[in-house]
């Protein structure tokens, strides 16, 4: 597919950047049908829920139409729902009726390595657990994957755990993939078959991103060439396949009902929509909720739609989302003009460099050319991002200009982007030349000792859902990655690109999304009882923080900083919750007490009726939405489980931004046992000024051998309220 219109779908497609679009056209007409996600919550604790129970639910609301044959998926094996074609008016009926917690449209949403683990240091001889390493099962949720890729050989592999329960549809699996869906109820689909395999090349990269094999003398045609492997090179991979030419919110919401079901210790989703959506109207959300309670967690991208602010997109506390980050590898190509004179710009070019240069020339846009104009030549055209017209006009290469320049995309031919700022003296050259002539050369890796730095597209915080709890919550390589690809794929995604490759560079919050998957993995094959949210805790408070003098947004952009998978597996302590908890802080939110009881399943009461704050949740970093130029004051109570050493000593330290006044009480903690838990109080104190201004602090609990880090970070408007 052919790129359209610069940036979104730019990121999009070029990068297969999972992201959305919303594409939901709300029936216009009375009996237009669409697909609507009818929301249950909770499977009952008694006795089951059958395709019958949804069928006769739908009779009772269709007008005069069959149920069986607007159904378009039953959900009971990890939760209660149905998807339906249904008119608006039936939609209406149904959300007015008993039992139900929502009902929305189902959205079409997008999908949003091997150097960036040394960066991490996180060396292929770190430290493992085999043994348990490989009973934790990844789920991927994705576009499917390339299951000979080398990636995914299951050579000296051990038999597949005995708690899996899940199935292998379409695909031959082995001990490495053990599972194998896929979920395709309406959306139409270009692939060539109907199958988990994929034909994109996203999943395949996700899945050798989290967890795939250590492979040798890996590059993309000898860039970025070295050792290809996943953090967790023992993990077993089972692939649902959500994403086709889209990925129906419906589809994925089957998907999380049988990884759920299946037995997946991580799900790994690199998908998402373009904004933020309240937690029961969004699939993932919905999905992961229900994951969680079953121990289950949900490692999803924060989105490419940054670098405004509000535009993280997958925001519930209940999953762990990340943002991307670059790594010491930043990847370069040269634009040589006949006066010598060598522009640095950036794109993935892996066509040789040419002995000989070809005339250069200048268009406007890079639309609407024709052969007569452009065969043969290097066409400077501006601000663009889509070379399908000069590439289908036989051009020999392409310069552009642009902004955010800190990542690199591929293309069908020899074309690369240069700084907006070098516009003059491009055209200067052009116009004052009798022949002009450039020659564009092929990529080359250097050491960018800056990073790590957040991706301009990374979605930035906050999270337009709930202020106060922080999203993203961590940062990870997500800029030129190289990982398995799908060699029935175009490498750069443009139709008429007939290279085809097992190993690809491509960038988004998608390739940072398995590395925190696999970190989790590395983690949890440490501690196999360990609770989602303890895992969570354990990431986050161990990641290294970032340079602040780099990132005007600070924890916005990059949460509580560069995931750190070896210090995670010894956190010292770890802020836990549970289910129990987040139904508290739901309630805190102001869903109401049928409602809750409907997600939970539980004789859940909420205890204020008053609405409160998510401050209260036991989450491992602090965030305060405040007014403009007010004074205020924030505290949050916090309670910290000792996973470290018994008989151990942990002393606070403060450091935070002049504006705040930042307090803990009391700021000494001792614990005798293991699994003991003490509770302290962070008081934040101050006033901003200006609207977007944001200021942020850091508690750091440290016993002299752990260091337990939780940044706090006070912000106020955004641009959406
Ligand atoms: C990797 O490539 C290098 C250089 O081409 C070669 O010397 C080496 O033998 C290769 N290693 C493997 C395991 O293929
Ligand atoms: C290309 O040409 C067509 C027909 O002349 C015109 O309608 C269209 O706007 C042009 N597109 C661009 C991007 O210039
Ligand atoms: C591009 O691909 C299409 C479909 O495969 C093909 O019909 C067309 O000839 C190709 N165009 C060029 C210029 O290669
Ligand atoms: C330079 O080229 C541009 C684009 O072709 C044209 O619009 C402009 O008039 C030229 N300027 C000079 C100084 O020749
Ligand atoms: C942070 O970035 C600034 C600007 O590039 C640099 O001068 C400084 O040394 C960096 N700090 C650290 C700790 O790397
Ligand atoms: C609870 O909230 C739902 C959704 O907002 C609403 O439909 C329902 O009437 C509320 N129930 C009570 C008891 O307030």
């Not at 915080?461 to 709890?469: A, C, K, L, V």
């Amino acid at each position: 597919m052919a790129p359209k219109s610069y940036p979104l779908w730019l990121l999009v497609s070029l990068t297969t950047i999972v992201f959305i679009s919303l594409c939901a056209s709300f029936a216009e007409a009375n009996e237009e049908r669409q697909v609507y996600i009818v929301y249950m919550g909770h499977l009952p604790s008694e006795g089951y829920i059958t395709e019958s129970h949804h069928l006769n639910l739908l009779d009772q609301v269709l007008d005069g139409s069959s149920a069986r044959e607007n159904l378009v998926y039953s959900y009971r094996r990890s939760f209660n729902g149905l998807a339906a074609k249904l008119t608006k008016q039936e939609k209406e009926k149904l959300a007015g009726m008993e039992g139900i917690v929502s009902v929305f449209p189902s959205k079409n949403l997008k999908p949003h390595t091997t150097r960036s683990w040394d960066f991490l240091r996180f060396p292929e001889t770190v430290r493992r657990n085999p043994a348990l390493e490989s009973d934790v099962i990844i789920g991927m949720l994705d576009t499917g994957i390339w299951p000979e890729s080398k990636s995914f050989s299951d050579e000296g592999v051990g038999p597949r755990p005995s708690k899996w329960k899940g199935a292998c549809i379409s695909l031959k699996c082995n001990n490495k993939i053990i599972g194998a869906r896929y979920y395709h109820s309406l959306s139409e689909s270009s692939d060539s078959e109907d199958s988990a395999r994929d034909f994109d090349g996203h999943g395949t990269h996700t899945a050798s991103t989290a967890a795939g094999r250590s492979v040798q003398n890996t590059s993309l045609y000898g860039l970025a060439g070295g050792t290809a492997r996943g953090a967790a090179p023992s993990a077993r991979i089972a692939v649902y396949k959500i994403c086709w030419e889209v990925c129906g919110e419906h589809d994925i919401l089957a998907a999380f009902n049988d990884a759920v079901a299946d037995g997946v210790d991580i799900i790994s989703i690199s998908v998402g929509s373009y904004a933020a959506e309240d937690y029961f109207n969004d699939v993932i959300a919905i999905g992961a909720f229900h994951a969680m309670r079953k121990g289950i967690l949900v490692s999803a991208s924060g989105g490419n739609n940054g670098p405004d602010r509000g535009t993280v997109s997958n925001v519930a506390p209940w999953m762990l989302v990340s943002a991307a980050s670059s790594t010491d590898r930043h990847i370069i190509d040269k634009l040589v003009m006949g006066n010598r004179r060598t522009i640095v710009g950036t794109s993935i070019n892996t066509f040789p460099t040419e002995k000989r240069s070809y005339p250069f020339i200048s268009a406007e846009t890079c639309y609407n050319l024709t052969q007569d104009m452009v065969k043969g030549k290097i066409v400077f055209c501006g601000t663009s991002a889509d070379v399908s017209g000069p590439f289908l006009a036989g051009a020999e290469g392409v310069v552009m200009l642009g902004t955010d320049i800190d990542f690199a995309f591929s293309y069908p031919l020899p074309a690369l982007t240069v700084s907006s700022s070098e516009r003059s003296s491009l055209i200067e050259y052009i116009n004052k030349t009798r022949n002009p002539v450039a020659n564009i050369h092929k990529s080359e890796a250097v050491f960018d000792s800056t990073a790590p730095v957040i991706a301009s597209f990374s979605s930035r915080g906050p999270n337009i859902i709930t202020p106060d709890i922080l999203k993203p919550d961590i940062s990870a390589p997500g800029i030129n990655i190289l990982a398995g690809w799908s060699p029935e794929a175009s490498m750069s995604e443009y139709d008429n690109d007939t290279r085809s490759v097992m190993y690809n560079i491509v960038s988004g919050t998608s390739m940072a999304c398995p590395h925190v998957t696999g970190a989790a993995a590395y983690v949890k094959s440490f501690h196999p009882k360990w609770s989602p949210a303890a895992i969570m805790s354990a990431l986050v408070t161990t990641a290294s923080p970032m340079n602040l003098s780099l990132h005007q947004d600070a924890e916005l952009a990059y949460g509580a900083g560069q995931v750190n998978p070896r210090k995670a597996v010894n956190p010292g302590l770890v802020y836990d919750a549970t289910a129990q908890d987040y139904i508290k802080m739901l309630c805190d939110q102001g869903y109401n007490v049928s409602m809750i009881r409907r997600i939970s399943g539980e004789k859940s009461s909420c205890s204020k009726s008053k609405k409160g704050s998510a401050r209260g949740l036991n989450y491992p970093t602090m965030a305060l939405f405040v007014k403009l130029d007010k004074p205020f004051i924030g505290k949050f109570l916090r309670t910290v489980t000792n996973v470290g050493k018994e008989d151990s000593k942990y002393t606070a330290r403060i450091s935070s931004d002049p504006k705040l006044k930042v307090t803990v009480e009391p700021n000494q903690l001792s614990f005798r046992k293991l699994h003991e838990n003490q509770k302290f109080v962070v008081t934040v104190s101050g006033r901003l000024h200006g609207m977007n201004s944001l200021a942020s602090a850091s508690v750091i609990w440290s016993d002299g051998k752990h260091s337990v880090r939780s940044p706090i970070i006070v912000h106020t408007k955004n641009k959406e309220q």
